[in-house]
Each structure stands twice: as structure tokens, then as C-alpha cells.
């Protein structure tokens, strides 16, 4: 059970802060059930689930974490997916999202960011699938990594420059 304050990753939302954990019987039910309010790290609304509810949640990952993960990027392989069918290369990129795991998304966003680079060397552009999973994987990890290094989600790619170049 998460607690007041605690930062989960919660499902495809990502980085998101307790700031209600309370019993609530809603209309129809027979018995009350725990809920929980979280705050999202990029949006000022508010959301509340079920503490025993189907979406996915975890603890964020520590600093500790967030730096071995950031030293270990220069070892990772991640190479390209290419896939002409534009459904399965977002059922593939989907697939990736879905772990809610920080190594799965780094290797997702090098993998497109290498096709990124192919592409521009030909003087092409990225396709919009590939865009837009790339943004979506890295505001998952940005955030989660802010959070988690104690800075705004807007530095962590300096940060992981940064740090990598040391």
C-alpha cells in the first residue's frame, strides 16, 4: 500500500505523487473501498483509483537507480526496428511502453533515436510513428528520472549528457 507522498509510476501516465490514500463507498457498492488521489508530475488535475485496481503501479526508482541506469546507457545495444506495417511497428513500441520498466524505455528511445540519425544522414525525416513513441517513451522516462534525481524534467537530458561525459 502507497502512503501519502509516496511517487509511483502509474500506468501510461507515469510519475505521479500520492496525495490521498481514503476509504470511499461510491453509489452501488455495498462496502467501502480504498482509493488513492494522485498528482500527476506534468498535469494539475488530479486522479483517483482504486488501491486494488487493474492499472499498473510501481514505486519510482531511486536516485541510486536512476544513476546506474544513466552509467550503464554507453553498454546498452539498442538497435533499430524497422518495420514497414505501421500497426506492428506501434504494436512493437506499445509492447516496449507497457513493461513500465526505465531500461526498456532507454532502449526504445536509442533504438529510435539511431534511426533518427540513419534517417537524417539520408536526408529524410523520422516517421510520425516513430516521433511519436519516441516522445512518448522519453516523457515516461524524463519523468520518472526527475523525479527520482531530484531535478526538473526539463534538465534530465543535460543531466544524462552531463553525467555520461564525465
Known amino acids: ?3 501519502v507522498g ?8 507515469g510519475a505521479c505523487k500520492v496525495t490521498d490514500v481514503s476509504e470511499r ?3 452501488g457498492m455495498e462496502k467501502e473501498m480504498l482509493y488513492y488521489t494522485l498528482q500527476p508530475l506534468d498535469d494539475s488535475c488530479s486522479i483517483s483509483t482504486p488501491a486494488n485496481g487493474k492499472i499498473f503501479t510501481r514505486p519510482l526508482i531511486t536516485r541510486e537507480e536512476a544513476e546506474a541506469l544513466i552509467d550503464a546507457i554507453p553498454d546498452i545495444d539498442a538497435e533499430a526496428y524497422h518495420n514497414p506495417v505501421l500497426r506492428q511497428l506501434s504494436e512493437h513500441y506499445e509492447k516496449s511502453l507497457n513493461t513500465h520498466d526505465c531500461l526498456s524505455l532507454i532502449k526504445m528511445t536509442m533504438s529510435i533515436h539511431a534511426k533518427k540519425e540513419a534517417a537524417v544522414s ?11 513513441f519516441m516522445k512518448r517513451a522519453e516523457d515516461l522516462l524524463f519523468g520518472e ?5 531530484g531535478i526538473r524534467k526539463a534538465e534530465v537530458a543535460d543531466y544524462i549528457s552531463r553525467r555520461l561525459a564525465e
Do not use: C, H, R
Not at 509516496?6 to 501516465?13: E, M, P, S, V
Not at 539520408?122 to 511519436?132: M, P, R, S, T, Y
Open 1 to 3: 500500500m502507497y502512503q
Open 6 to 13: 509516496d511517487w509511483i509510476f502509474y500506468g501510461n501516465t
Open 25 to 27: 463507498k461510491l453509489p
Open 122 to 132: 539520408q536526408k529524410k525525416k523520422l516517421g510520425a510513428v516513430d516521433e511519436k
Open 145 to 149: 528520472l526527475s523525479v527520482a534525481l
